[in-house]
């Protein structure tokens, strides 16, 4: 773990905080953390945010018992017992806040999902997994986080078997942007870029592996955005009192940030769906 960026560094230290898990705990319900799939805009953020792993899990062929899955930062593990749960797979979630995983680790314990799921403290950039252990590599909005994309996916490609699958969702940037327009959103995460669909499709190729499916839905990612900014703002007096009034607004301008830039066509969010070979 020593060799960890600042990046994975920077993502630690704000996963464990207590301002941030208040924020996700509440806004979420503890489960999934990430953007939603709406059927209308003004759907639940949860109900929405479920909708997301159903579709992806409805796209990877023979899930089941025999899929050995790895989640790539996990979060409170929402995923991992749907999977588990709905579909009888073992699931391991890799994920850096240990705050995150003790609460991952209470859920799957009071649902009997305990002898599927094995939740493991570590970073992407490094996964403790033998080459060739895993059939489905599932990520959901993370993978933004690391300061070394290619690296990850050189993981991702040594720890799938041959034929094996990958699918995740990230919020990035569009394939072609001005210099520039994303910094305020940049400077927000700590990070120095962020992914395209031009990149991963390119650099999936460069590991050889094929194009199952791209999905892009940045509408989706607006309308994420601004729900959680609508929310918070409705319940502006109980989240300050859990998480702090800088956190709040901090994250206030943080999501305005997020839809401007969808507005403007510079960023990009979706499904990414690769097969090994
Ligand atoms: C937006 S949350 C998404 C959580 C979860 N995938 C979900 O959809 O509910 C991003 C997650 O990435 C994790 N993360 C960030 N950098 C990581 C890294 N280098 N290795 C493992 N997990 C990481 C954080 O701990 C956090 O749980």
């Known amino acids: 773990m020593s060799r960890r960026s600042q990046a994975v560094r920077k993502a630690e230290e704000y996963y464990d905080s207590s301002e941030a898990d208040a924020f996700y705990k509440n806004v979420w319900g503890g489960e999934d953390i990430h953007i939603g799939i709406y059927s209308t805009p003004d759907e639940a953020i949860a109900q929405a945010s479920r909708r997301t792993v159903e579709t992806m899990a409805l796209q990877v062929p023979d899930l089941g018992q025999k899929t050995r899955v790895i989640d790539l930062g996990s979060g409170y593990g929402g995923s991992a017992r749907y999977l588990a749960g709905n579909y009888g797979c073992h699931v391991t979630c890799l994920n850096l806040s240990e705050t995150q995983n003790d609460l991952n680790r209470e859920k799957n314990a009071e649902t009997n999902l305990n002898a599927l799921i094995d939740v493991v403290h570590g970073s992407f950039e490094d996964i403790p997994a033998e080459d060739g252990s895993v059939d489905l590599v599932w990520s959901q909005d993370a993978i933004l986080h690391s300061g070394d994309r290619p690296r990850v996916l050189d993981e991702i490609s040594r720890v799938l078997a041959p034929g094996g699958h990958v699918i995740f969702t990230d919020p990035m940037q569009a394939d072609d942007v001005p210099d520039g327009v994303l910094q305020p959103i ?61 956190y709040v607004d901090n994250m206030l301008r943080g999501l305005e940030h997020w839809v401007e830039g969808a507005d403007k066509g510079y960023l990009a969010w979706g499904i990414l769906h690769f097969k090994k070979g």
């Open 186 to 246: 940049l400077d927000r995460i700590h990070l120095s870029s962020l992914g395209s669909f031009a990149f991963y499709r390119a650099e999936f190729a460069k590991r050889g592996f094929s194009e199952v499916q791209l999905a892009p839905m940045l509408g989706q990612l607006r309308t994420h955005y601004s729900r959680v900014g609508e929310e918070l703002k409705s319940r502006y007096d109980e989240i300050v009192r859990l998480s702090g009034k800088p």
